[in-house]
């Protein structure tokens, strides 16, 4: 092992892993001040406790769930509007530290265990406890889906929405790559063409994909019996308003029409009465043809051609009608997956794949490589909703504990996200294309810890932070030669800040991140230079505007859209995934781009003139107080002696070169005059945030 890493580094390191957040001075000093032997336990439990933890471990699970706010799939990408809900079911489980057994099984068959199917859920969503099961099953909906927006082949995406979220559930619960035994036998691991569906026979009750429910269906109304009485009594009161708006313009159209008719020639005025009181049709060619002829006397449609007072009294009215409905309770949905009561169809298997070509049934099971006699065939759980209970009795499987790959695979990820690899280093693939584990009794004790705890995330994540592994500095000499990719663990691994820790600890050096945690995304839009950034979209099909969206932009990450095909900038550029169908572990790349970016991004340079906003309040025309707030801020570091000269000697030429240049600006009325110190501090806080020690964990 290396040295234990000191007190400075090991709070920043602790804070960014389970909160995804730098970690403020006060609480640097707070911890560097008590001298306890617990002091680093009691940081520990501070953290775990801190809203924010849920924030930032809720986003390994989205990763891997495929979490994302539009359907895929083409080139629409349709929007996903209620999936924030999901997003905050995972949040809050995590806070909870919620049961991972519980947890998993209610992403399942939380609509099994609420009792909830496609037309009987009302019961379910007026129960908190059973609102939370059902909205837990957005897990099983977040593959991309593009059978709500027109396709090719209908048949052939709504097979692919089945094959992308089996690949979803088995690399996510069970470290495995089932996607090619869709075909054939699986080419590397003992999983066969049959096995692959029979497991997806565990899921077709709700995939039916002959009696194919789209997005659209898969919504559920979270109105009270007494919302829904009181939207409907509104709703009446509101169409009586409507009825009375059209026989208003009936009766305006008609006067209308009295006064043109005297127009035509008297022989042909009855004709057209005639004509005009038909439907069009069922008019005769005659009838048609005189219509035609006197189009202008028509007077049955358009109010507004013949008098613009008359059709404003209609408009009011209508406005009337449109404002009594905008006082309805607001109707909210939940985005979940159900099953329809006494549909259980067939399962067969598709010869090579294709659902066009169906072979002998099969029968719902676990993967054969996986089961016991016991396991062997799946027997369907006792539900009270009249579902096939086919979901419920295998989470039920893969969360007794017996289950060989389940918490294997969960306490390997768990580890990956403290120690930067993996005792399996490809977590998504425990087959024989996978990395075979480095320290395989680890990994076993872990399991039977996680288990025996009651599958409890908190005191693990506890029992690995207090451990020397992790507590040891990221220097050692020795290891680095031996072990450069540190395989054994004998130095802590430095890993760059992820995209949103990144841009949620920019946004909390300055004091402006909004912390208000749950509810719908903050929207995105693309700006005339065409990055996507945080804004509400105010532009159109040629055009790019974005306008503020108020507290909103400086929200959290995890609370920003997150749109497939539309990735905001500043994440996507460090390695934000883009959900196709999941991600089983994010990249972590060193590339030009990313320098760039903190050279020249919007977001970097605004963010740098706030904190150099920030420093001159607290410092007024005190560099150097300023330069140390700013190293404590950013680096949780107190600055030497040759670091506050190189900055001092920084703002001295860079203060110097904006004097001389803003003197060649025109000045512009109205408008502050330039202040090089400030501007001068702001270009330092860019190179400070743009730097190794901002952006790196050791």
């Given amino acids: 092992f290396a040295p234990e890493a000191d007190r400075r580094t ?14 403020e001075p006060a609480e640097v000093d707070s911890f560097l001040a008590d001298a306890s032997p617990d002091a680093y336990g009691k940081l520990v439990d501070r953290l775990l406790a801190s809203p924010a933890y849920g924030e930032r471990w809720a986003r390994h699970w989205l990763d891997i769930a495929g979490y994302a706010d539009s359907n895929g799939y083409t080139e629409a990408d349709s929007a996903r509007p209620q999936a924030w809900r999901y997003r905050d079911y995972v949040i809050r489980a995590m806070n909870e530290d919620k049961p ?22 009302q019961a379910a969503v007026l129960d908190p406890k059973k609102l939370d099961q059902l909205t837990a099953t957005g897990f099983l909906r977040m593959a991309p889906d593009g059978t709500g927006d027109p396709v090719d082949d209908p048949k052939l995406a709504r097979n692919q929405v089945i094959v992308e979220q089996m690949k979803i559930v088995s690399s996510s619960l069970m470290g495995l790559t089932v996607a090619c035994a869709q075909c054939h036998d699986h080419r590397y691991d003992p999983i066969t063409h049959e096995d692959y569906y029979r497991f997806r026979a565990i899921f077709d009750p709700a995939y039916n994909w002959e009696t194919w429910r789209p997005p659209a269906q898969r ?23 409507n009825t009375e708006a059209v026989a208003m313009s009936k009766k305006f159209l008609d006067e209308i029409f009295e006064v043109e008719i005297l127009k035509l020639p008297e022989a042909e005025r009855e004709p057209y009465r005639a004509a005009r009181a038909i439907v069009e049709k069922d008019r005769t060619p005659e009838q048609k043809a005189l219509i035609k002829k006197y189009p202008s006397a028509l007077a049955l449609y358009s109010l507004n051609l013949y008098d613009q007072k008359k059709q404003d009294l209609v408009n009011a009215k209508v406005g009337e009608a449109t404002k009594l409905r905008a006082t309805k309770p607001e109707q909210g949905f939940v985005m979940a997956l159900t099953e329809v009561k006494g549909q259980v169809p067939k399962s067969n298997l598709f010869n090579r794949g294709d659902h066009e070509q169906p072979m002998q049934e099969v029968e719902p099971g676990e993967l054969s490589i996986l089961t016991t006699p016991e396991t062997a065939k799946l027997t369907p759980a006792k539900v009270t909703s009249g579902t096939s209970g086919r979901r419920l009795a295998y989470a039920q499987w893969l969360t007794s504990g017996k289950h060989p790959l389940f918490a294997r695979v969960l306490v390997n990820r768990f580890w990956l996200h403290h120690m930067g690899r993996g005792i399996v280093n490809t977590p998504g693939d425990f087959g024989l294309q996978g990395e075979l584990p480095s320290h395989p009794e680890l990994l076993d004790w872990l399991a039977d810890e996680f288990t025996k705890s009651g599958w409890k995330l908190k005191p693990l994540h506890r029992q690995i932070l207090m451990s020397k592994a992790y507590r040891q500095s990221s220097v050692n000499g020795p290891s680095t030669v031996s072990d450069p990719e540190n395989k054994w663990y004998a130095r802590f691994k430095i890993r760059r800040l992820d995209a949103e820790s990144l841009r949620d600890s920019i946004l909390a050096a300055t004091d402006t991140l909004v912390r208000k945690s749950y509810g719908p995304p903050s929207s995105i839009a693309r700006d005339p230079a065409g990055r996507v950034v945080v804004g509400i979209d105010k532009g159109t099909i040629t055009t790019f505007k974005v306008e503020s969206g108020g507290e909103n932009d400086f929200r959290r990450s995890i609370y920003v859209e997150a749109k497939r095909t539309k990735p905001v900038t500043v994440l996507d550029t460090f390695d934000s995934p883009v959900m196709v169908p999941h991600c089983e572990v994010r990249n972590e790349t060193t590339v030009a781009p990313q320098a760039l970016l903190m050279m020249n991004d919007t977001f970097v340079l605004e963010n740098a003139k706030r904190l150099a906003e920030k420093l001159e309040k607290e ?32 703002l001295t030429a860079q203060t110097a070169s904006l004097t001389t240049r803003f003197k060649t600006l025109p000045v512009k009325k109205d408008e502050p005059k330039p202040d090089p110190e400030r501007e001068a501090m702001a270009s330092l806080c860019q190179i400070l945030y743009s730097s190794n020690r901002f952006l790196y964990i050791e």
């Fill in 10 to 23: 090991l709070i920043r390191r602790v804070t960014l892993d389970l909160t995804g957040l730098i970690p």
């Fill in 100 to 121: 991972w057994d519980q947890f998993v099984q209610e992403q399942l068959a939380g609509d099994e265990l609420a009792g909830a199917t496609q037309t009987d859920y």
């Fill in 219 to 241: 919504l559920y109304s979270l109105y009270t019996p007494e919302e829904r009485a009181k939207a409907a009594e509104i709703e009446k009161q509101a169409a009586v308003i």
């Fill in 619 to 650: 410092h007024p025309k005190k560099s150097e107080e300023q330069v140390k707030e700013a190293w404590e801020v950013l680096y949780n570091l107190v600055p030497s002696g040759a670091d506050l000269e190189q900055c001092e000697n920084f």
